[in-house]
């Protein structure tokens, strides 16, 4: 009887001491998690703990970037397109700080072609073009949507030097929104936004877009 406590006791400690390992291991994998409804990615705890590193083409000191609250200051020293576009495109749409960013970068007279392409996605630009009432300023992509149409009738984003993310439907895009703005003009009503065939039926030209910025909730945190 002795004998067997004992051995049961072995055991026991035995899958406590492996549970206490795969834990561990489990911790230090630093895998990130995925939000649900999109794809802002919640990095770990270690991923936080890091410290911050330049930028892998060897551009600027980010040691200082400890929050978005200077994130235009910060845009506005880097003007990489590539990196405006991981921005437009990682930022937590929920956060109304996003907005101003967003629309700080579609203001400037260098924004990409790719960057406000990206960014209608982002936003859902097809269903304002099947609206026929102004949302108001409950709705605040209702005003990065206009600054976008006033662009595209007018002086329009520049396409030399950033190419679309692989990912990225351009046509289909665009389907959308003449669908949207036909379905409407089908029962004569305009609708509030027309869809901005001068934005998309062009093919920018450039590198692709490298989509490896990690940014939290209000944090920079590095490139993957």
Same mark, same amino acid.
């Given at each position: 009887?002795?004998?067997?406590?004992?051995?049961?006791?072995?055991?026991?400690?035995?899958?406590v001491g492996i549970?206490?390992?795969?834990?561990?291991?489990?911790?230090?994998?630093?895998?990130?998690?995925?939000?649900?409804?999109?794809?802002h990615l919640t990095?770990?705890?270690?991923?936080?703990?890091?410290?911050?590193? =330049?930028?892998?083409?060897?551009?600027? /000191?980010?040691?200082?970037?400890?929050?978005? #609250?200077?994130? $235009? %200051?910060?845009? +506005?020293?880097?003007?990489?397109?590539?990196?405006?576009?991981?921005?437009?495109?990682?930022?937590?749409?929920?956060?109304?700080?996003?907005?101003?960013?967003?629309?700080?970068?579609?203001?400037?007279?260098?924004?990409?072609?790719?960057?406000?392409?990206? =960014?209608?996605?982002?936003?859902?630009? /097809?269903?304002?073009?099947?609206?026929?009432? #102004?949302?108001? $300023? %409950?709705?605040? +992509?209702?005003?990065?949507?206009?600054?976008?149409?006033?662009?595209?009738?007018?002086?329009?984003?520049?396409?030399?030097?950033?190419?679309d993310a692989p990912?990225?439907?351009?046509?289909?895009?665009?389907?959308?929104?003449?669908?949207?703005?036909?379905?409407?003009?089908?029962?004569?009503?305009?609708?509030?936004?027309?869809?901005?065939?001068?934005?998309?039926?062009?093919?920018?030209?450039?590198?692709?877009?490298?989509?490896?910025?990690?940014?939290?909730?209000?944090?920079?945190?590095?490139?993957?």
């Open positions: 009887m002795d004998q067997q406590i004992f051995l049961a006791v072995v055991v026991s400690a035995c899958v549970a206490r390992i795969f834990g561990r291991m489990r911790g230090a994998s630093g895998s990130p998690t995925r939000r649900a409804g999109g794809t990095p770990p705890a270690a991923v936080l703990s890091r410290p911050r590193r =330049a930028r892998p083409n060897g551009k600027g /000191d980010l040691s200082h970037i400890r929050n978005l #609250d200077n994130l $235009i %200051e910060w845009l +506005a020293e880097d003007r990489d397109q590539a990196l405006w576009h991981d921005v437009v495109t990682s930022l937590n749409y929920e956060l109304p700080s996003t907005f101003g960013a967003v629309a700080w970068i579609l203001k400037q007279p260098d924004c990409q072609n790719a960057v406000a392409a990206a =960014a209608m996605e982002m936003l859902g630009y /097809d269903y304002y073009c099947g609206l026929a009432r #102004d949302p108001g $300023i %409950e709705d605040p +992509a209702y005003g990065l949507i206009r600054t976008i149409a006033e662009r595209d009738a007018n002086e329009g984003f520049p396409t030399h030097k950033l190419a990912t990225f439907n351009r046509a289909g895009l665009l389907n959308a929104c003449l669908e949207a703005n036909m379905q409407l003009r089908a029962v004569g009503v305009e609708p509030i936004v027309c869809a901005p065939v001068s934005t998309l039926t062009v093919s920018p030209k450039g590198r692709r877009p490298a989509m490896n910025t990690l940014l939290d909730e209000d944090t920079f945190l590095g490139w993957a």
